[in-house]
């Protein structure tokens, strides 16, 4: 995602980290060590990033391409087929859901039975033709931000909104196939938005056991790898997080941890001291939250490397799949 908007302003300060994080991920799940020694040895071929910590460039600082809503860049962006490698191109169409009643489905029998997820594809593919809308301002606890943005997209035009559908699609299937209840923010079958509060509102009527809002990255190129954004503790307004702020870490950490192996991509070069963790009290979706919900950052759209792979089918799935399996983890406890 951009770093542009309401839950896109780019990060203060950095601060400190609650105690050593470095080994944290793969601490948590086993199995993300052995898929992290792999990612070292063989380096770009497994599909990962940089490893070192070298710069804590936010994506919105000088010299991203990510465009704020309403900007001519940003009219520009409009869906266009992307580089997929699975032989059809990644959700087509925008007009209405791709499974209208997918999230109505029953669940099936599994291990996340009478469980209920939320799914937040970030942005909306139609966002670029609401600029009025979505620049208009909400109360996020902390202060106003605009509604929403239009996303990033790669130099080849896959836009952000296209891939967090899809991705999201992907996810569902896999939940519902381990029994969960799973509810999308949107699904392509609005026109716009919805704006951050509502987004968090919609996790909170659900009385969800958990919230992943999924995005990728508009920063520099050289930037690569994924993050896991944690909501900080906030207690202002109408925001008030220090309820979720262990469970949230909790689901965090175990997601970064599957996609290290799932995917092999590494933690973020840029962000997160290469913990693949990023802690923020700006961010209206966290802010706003009553129940354990955290964003993931898939990789950077605007660095060639990472570009192939988010316009990857097969990774696509992947990151599906290392998403998923955190967010089980996380429920089964």
């Known amino acids: 995602m951009s770093y542009v908007g309401?839950?896109?302003d780019p990060p203060g300060p950095r601060r400190s980290r609650r105690g050593p994080m470095t080994v944290a991920v793969a601490a948590l799940v086993p199995g993300a060590l052995v898929g992290w020694l792999v990612w070292q040895a063989v380096g770009d071929s497994g599909g990962g990033g940089s490893?070192?910590?070298?710069?804590?460039?936010?994506?919105g600082a000088p010299g991203a391409s990510s465009a704020a809503p309403g900007s001519a860049s940003a009219a520009a962006r409009t869906p266009s087929a992307s580089g997929t490698d699975d032989g059809k191109p990644p959700s087509s169409t925008f007009s209405g859901p791709a499974t209208p009643a997918a999230s109505?489905?029953?669940?099936?029998?599994?291990?996340?039975?009478?469980?209920?997820?939320?799914i937040d594809p970030g942005h909306n593919p139609g966002n670029f033709q609401h600029a009025a809308d979505?620049?208009?301002?909400?109360?996020?606890?902390?202060?106003?931000?605009?509604?929403?943005?239009?996303?990033?997209?790669?130099?080849?035009?896959?836009?952000?909104?296209?891939?967090?559908?899809?991705?999201?699609?992907?996810?569902?299937?896999?939940?519902q196939q381990e029994g969960a209840k799973v509810k999308f923010t949107q699904d392509g079958d609005r026109s716009w938005g919805p704006c951050v509060d509502e987004r968090a509102r919609i996790g909170n009527?659900?009385?969800?056991?958990?919230?992943?809002?999924?995005?990728?990255?508009?920063?520099?190129?050289?930037?690569?790898?994924?993050?896991?954004?944690l909501p900080a503790?906030?207690?202002?307004?109408?925001?008030?997080?220090?309820?979720?702020?262990?469970?949230?870490?909790?689901?965090?950490?175990?997601?970064?941890?599957?996609?290290?192996?799932?995917?092999?991509?590494?933690?973020?070069?840029?962000?997160?001291?290469?913990?693949?963790?990023?802690?923020?009290?700006?961010?209206?979706?966290?802010?706003?939250?009553?129940?354990?919900?955290?964003?993931?950052?898939?990789?950077?759209?605007?660095?060639?490397?990472?570009?192939?792979?988010?316009?990857?089918?097969?990774?696509?799935?992947?990151?599906?799949?290392?998403?998923?399996?955190?967010?089980?983890?996380?429920?089964?406890?």
């Not at 490893?51 to 994506?59: K, L, P, Q, V, Y």
């Not at 109505?104 to 939320?118: E, F, I, N, Q, S």
């Not at 060639?304 to 799935?317: E, I, M, P, V």
């Open 6 to 8: 309401p839950d896109f």
């Open 51 to 59: 490893t070192s910590a070298t710069s804590t460039t936010s994506a």
């Open 104 to 118: 109505d489905l029953p669940a099936a029998a599994g291990p996340l039975k009478g469980k209920v997820v939320v």
């Open 134 to 175: 979505i620049n208009r301002k909400v109360n996020i606890g902390t202060n106003w931000k605009e509604c929403d943005t239009t996303g990033t997209s790669t130099n080849a035009g896959y836009t952000e909104a296209r891939f967090t559908l899809d991705v999201a699609r992907r996810l569902r299937t896999l939940l």
């Open 205 to 229: 009527d659900a009385h969800a056991d958990a919230v992943v809002s999924i995005h990728a990255d508009g920063s520099a190129a050289g930037n690569r790898g994924f993050h896991v954004i």
């Open 233 to 333: 503790s906030v207690h202002s307004g109408g925001a008030d997080t220090r309820a979720i702020v262990a469970p949230s870490r909790d689901l965090g950490e175990r997601i970064a941890g599957n996609f290290v192996r799932d995917t092999g991509s590494a933690p973020s070069n840029y962000i997160g001291g290469g913990t693949g963790l990023d802690v923020r009290s700006d961010l209206g979706g966290l802010n706003l939250s009553t129940v354990p919900k955290v964003f993931i950052e898939c990789g950077n759209m605007r660095d060639s490397k990472d570009a192939a792979l988010l316009t990857s089918g097969a990774w696509r799935q992947k990151a599906a799949r290392g998403i998923s399996e955190g967010i089980v983890s996380f429920l089964r406890g």
